[in-house]
């Protein structure tokens, strides 16, 4: 996952969030194509609410609906857990996820001014009902 997430986010997670994450037990989905890591997501949930918290495909791996099938397994793991709002955040720039996220029923319910960093950009909160 790490070379996948230093090729694809200029402020990327460390080997250390990721072992936090799978430690939890929060879903963590890896696609794999041909025995290579193609892509993952990571989500978390608490109560009814739940959260994309990092969603990662490998550039050679692109417009092949990996992204999506990813995104809807995971929202398919949330709602077996009783989640029944999901939230994420994405950069302000990323057109392509934020389509990604729309066609599958997430709409823009706020901003986070600076909320990333390298380069400092908007996040636009965006939220799906299950």
Avoid: Q
Avoid at 101 to 108: D, T
């Amino acid at each position: 996952m790490g070379a996948i997430e230093r090729e694809v986010f200029s402020d990327p997670w460390s080997a250390n969030d990721f072992t936090e994450c799978v430690s939890t037990g929060v879903p963590f989905l890896v696609a794999e194509r041909r025995g290579v890591v193609a892509g993952y997501v990571v989500a978390h949930s608490a109560a009814d609410e739940g959260e994309i918290l990092n969603l990662g495909v490998a550039a050679a791996h692109r417009r092949h609906g990996i992204g999506r099938e990813l995104v809807e397994r995971a929202l398919a793991e949330l709602t077996a857990r009783g989640v029944r709002t999901v939230y994420l955040e994405v950069r302000a720039s990323n057109a392509a996820a934020r389509r990604l996220y729309e066609a599958l029923g997430f709409a823009e319910v706020g901003r986070r001014s600076r909320y990333y960093r390298r380069p400092v950009e908007d996040a636009v909160v965006l939220s799906a009902k299950l």
